[in-house]
């Protein structure tokens, strides 16, 4: 898993979103009669401008704004942010209305137009109201649910793929894209479908056992992170299961299809009940963003990875903490069961994977041989399959942790992979092979690559963005 940001500057469709939202809140708060709502007037602009730098664990300046109640706490200076009734003794008010470059809030970013700027001062005025039921809700999920903005019709350069997927059939395979997923046929790489309202980045894909969901983690980086479940056939939102304070950067379903692990930069692991939607289990254990995450074969345990530079393995019926591994030594980014449950491997900045023991957390073994971060990482039976910065795919065996096939190919780094073991008919006494095992994995460069798991042939291969022209090659001189 990597979090990637690239050069390019944002979308003319998502400024002119932005702009919009912007002067539509404007004229309401200087037009409406009715009081001002906190939830939907004030949180969309704290959690827009405010919450990449006071959102953090160890926020600037000592001042939080993850939600209501913190935000009414004074930060390092001591100077109350809000002070109901009286716009002139609040902080918050003070700051972004400076005109000094060097004490206006938000620091080194654009001023707040000035409807903004009154709409605070105005809800200020009105007596620093809070509208909501519970004043530690995080902000971003008590602003009001707006629709995602449509993806571009065509794309004019591609985008890092961050998240790859086969469908239990083996016949489809999802990837990440701007504000949208799109399906691909897997023996032509035939664009088949584009799933919208989806945020602006996605890190996780996952299909539910009996493909009938396709579970999508992501968000906008310092402002939200949400987790939706889409029916992957018709592309309609079926469920949204929360909503975070930053981007969700991993979300799997357990092997019965009836739960889905959620994890994030907000630190958290949540885990969901899928028929219900409602949030069951709350794990705030690690230090860092937690970025991957890994079901045991029955269900019972979850592992994860964070930033933080540990793996830990928790309870999957009441998110009691079992174990922790910390021979990581650095970020860990991939994680994930072997086939009988006795090792966990993990993947990350040390440019290797590592084998250890659930139940007492020893090392058993370790994969080098990569020269940049391992990002992705899955399991299946006595395989290994990872993905790396080097630009590699590679394919080791349990036993011995030997190199068995590498995927060629990729010419940037690769984020992410997946693997279907393919599918197999009886035929009287033979067992015939009616899709063989492929593995797939998406790179920097927007690239989508398919192969047979076992002699590595490609199958097919195509840049994930719906009406992207290459550039003609430059001729060598």
Known sequence: MLIVERGSSVSIVRWALIVALSTVAGARALAADAPLSFS??????????????????????????SNFALATKPGDSGAAPFTAGKPEESEVLTLIS?????????????????????LIRRWIAEGAKYDGADPNAPLASIVPKLAQPDPPATYRRSVPITAVAFSPDGKEIAASGYHEITIWNVESGALLRRIKNVAERTYSLD?????????VAGGTPGQMGEAKLFDPAQGTLVKELGS??????????????????????????????????????LIED???????????????????????KTSKLFNAANGESMMTYSGQGDQVFGVAFSNDGKLIFTAGADKKIHAWNPDDG???????????????????????????????????????????????????????????????????????VVMPARVAAGSFLGEVRIWNAEDGAPVASFVAAPGYVAPPATAAK
């Open 40 to 65: 939907k007037d004030v949180a969309p602009i704290l959690l827009k401008n405010c919450h990449a730098c006071h959102g953090a664990p160890e926020p600037k300046g000592g001042y939080q704004v």
């Open 98 to 118: 400076s005109t000094d470059a060097d004490t206006r809030m938000p620091k080194e970013a654009e001023a707040l137009p000035a409807p903004q700027v009154e």
């Open 207 to 215: 299909y539910a056992p009996n493909g009938s969901l396709l579970a």
């Open 244 to 281: 975070m304070g930053d981007v969700a950067y991993r979300a799997v379903f357990n092997p019965a299809g009836a739960k889905l692990a959620v994890g994030g930069a907000d630190r958290s692991i949540r885990v969901y009940d899928v028929a219900s939607g409602k949030q069951e289990i």
């Open 362 to 432: 020893a090392k058993k073994g370790e994969i080098a041989g990569f020269s940049k971060e391992v990002f992705g990482l899955v399991t299946h039976q006595d395989k290994i399959i990872s993905a790396s910065g080097d630009k590699s795919v590679q394919q080791h065996r349990v036993e011995g942790l030997k190199q068995f096939k590498t995927y060629p190919g990729h010419t940037d780094a690769v984020f992410c992979v997946t693997y279907h073991p393919g599918t197999v008919a009886k035929n009287g006494d033979k067992v015939e």
């Open 286 to 308: 690690h230090a860092d963003w937690v970025v991957g995450l890994a079901w045991s074969g029955d269900g019972a345990k979850i592992a994860s990875a964070s930033r933080d």
